[in-house]
């Protein structure tokens, strides 16, 4: 089990380990989606995304070229942007682009989550979950599991929490699945432990997963292959850094959830300044926090100046913050003994 109240912080990075896109291979891939070419009123094959096209014809009225143009104006532009949810709002008073960008997402990660390791196409196999093994994310349940016995399960949520910055539905995918094997728990008694588990998407997701019945949000399978009739309902689920920034409900809901947190863990986050501000905003109570994070990649001063940037979530300190020159799963498993008891 958790040492104390412990935040964890999913960014693209935690989910790549499951082999789904970061940042610059999901714009490419949007890029690629949206590059919908046509040969007088026929579509040249091989270009763009045909699910992508259906939806458009669904919702644009008989407008379907403004949302062409909406279209190659991200194929053209999107890889000069950090990411996605910047280029929709750079663009944030052009509604077609929202749209188009917004399918190009759900699209996207659906395809993602169904090339993932954590995907199976038939129900009675192997446990998904089991191809997860070796990622942060097999290491992290050891340590929440760890003195948790089969009596107390319900408490196994008790001291975590969860923002998660992905689209994708990989955390709450496993969680269900691992503790069906680890307790061998029907599927109802797993759903129902799921309900305890305390996950905040920012920017939405692409839908509630079938066993997630007292959702309100559109129930779609994890990695499903339908196109336009499910592409369109996901729009209203996908989210852009304005929206969530207009909406107190939403910042209040992140304030409140660092509040309470001990501890907090930065996984495969990119630390950029629309984010960090989003986790920032509303914060009640500065106090002392441990917090540590992973800085694949980042070189030494930059490391040096997220720690200071991070300062702010626990005291004007920064020797309370440690990003490490580290994969995920490399960072839980040399951080178990700091996160567990």
Known sequence: ?????????????????????????????????????????????STGDLGILDAIQTISNGDVNSFLHACWLIRDGIQFSYSIDNFIDTHRHNKRVDICGKLAIAKCIMDAERKSTLYTKTHDGPNPALNAMGTWISGLIRVMQNGVTKDHVDQFFDDSAFIVFNYDRCLEHFFYHALKGLYGMSDAESASIMEKMRVYHPYGKVGALPWQVNSLEKSVSFGSEDRARFLVPLLNGIKTYTEQTDSKDNTDKIADIVDQSDTIVFLGFSFLPQNLDLLGRGIKTIRRRRVIGTGKGLSRADREIVSRSLAGLTRPDSNDVIIEEATCAELIAQYGRFLGR
């Open 1 to 45: 089990m958790l040492r104390d109240k412990t935040l964890f912080i999913v960014g693209a990075g935690a989910s790549s380990e499951f082999k789904l896109p970061v940042g610059w291979e999901l714009a490419e891939q949007i890029s690629r989606k949206l590059d919908l070419r046509f040969s007088g009123s026929r579509i040249v094959d």
